[in-house]
């Protein structure tokens, strides 16, 4: 067997050391920096109690004003209809006025009559004074005189005040609207004998609203609002707002009467209709329900980490109660992203990498 010569072994030998060194320069990579982003799942803030409570409403004016006259009488003309569409200071109805303008032609009779009188006896008042001190009439003529023209002056007063209330009488047998608004009842007719004060005609006036009760455990902010959709108007729905929530609930329903304004009113809908009453729950109780584990903090105070772009920052929250694996907080957002969990091992201002999105029953 030949053995190869000591030189061609080591030409072998630096050879194979050359091809070493040249295929370990082509192949070497470099090293990427470590990272200093953290990977986090995160979770969307939605307020709780995210559906509608729907409660049965019923569209009613502001003000139900029943008209009447002041006086009583025989009605001889009422001119509006139901439905009718009135302005301030217009004339509903009117009583028959054949004995009240003949009280007021009697009533300025006697104030003309009176009025002479007074005149009269002021007149001859005015001759006896100083006749006394002539000897022409006694002290107790003059002072007889001018109490006369005292006593016919008061007179001259009340028939004068007989007429004014006369003439009041008559302008009362004239119902007119004292405000715009809706005839929504009529409740008497032509030739019908009315007392005074009883309701002839109903009124309607201010803005449309609906009526509706609601349990008295629900708590209504001053600004709270509500959809309000009509069955005999389906596919709209329009927005109302709270003006009155009685204070107490009916003794027997436990319900209080709450009144929404309507922001605009569908055309031709008549007062008395049915609505359905939408209030969001989010606008009554703006609380969130989140991840206990995105809580850090007890006893009532605690923050979570605020997404903001691919940084987080720390948010002060109030804890409301603990719900199983769930916190109630209040202080977030709607739409607000935050930390799921592990916000133990974060530091304000941090840059995040979401790892996804956990599902909360918010």
Known sequence: MLHPSPFYAAVCRSAALIAAVAIAGCSSPEVPAPSRATLVDLVVVHRSGGQASTLEGVLRPRRDIGLGFKVGGRI??????????????????????????????????????????????????????????????????????ALAATVAAARRDAAHSALDRSRTMVADTVLVAPEDGIVTDRLAEPGMVVDAGSVVVRLAAGDAEIEVKVPETMRLSAN?????????????????????????????????TARFVLLARPADLPFNSSASVAILSDRVNPHARIPMAAVSGRGGRGHVWLVTGHTVHRKSIDILELRADDAIVAGLEDGQRIVASGGDTLSEGQTIVPAGYVQGSL
Do not use: C, M, N, Y
């Not at 439905?83 to 003949?102: I, P, S, Y």
């Not at 609002?225 to 009685?246: C, E, H, K, M, N």
């Open 76 to 145: 001889a003309i009422l001119t509006v209809q139901v439905g009718d569409h009135v302005r301030k200071g217009q004339v509903l109805a009117r009583l028959a006025q054949g004995e009240l303008d003949a009280a007021t032609r009697q009533a300025r009779a006697d104030l003309a009559a009176a009025a002479a009188e007074a005149a009269q006896a002021q007149d001859s008042a005015k001759r006896a004074q100083g006749l006394d001190a002539t000897g022409a009439l006694s002290s107790a003529d003059v002072k007889a005189r």
């Open 224 to 256: 709270a609002t509500a959809d309000i959709s009509f069955p005999s108007r389906p596919g709209g729905v329009v927005q109302a707002r709270l003006r009155r929530l009685d204070p107490a609930a009916d003794s027997v329903s436990r319900l209080r």
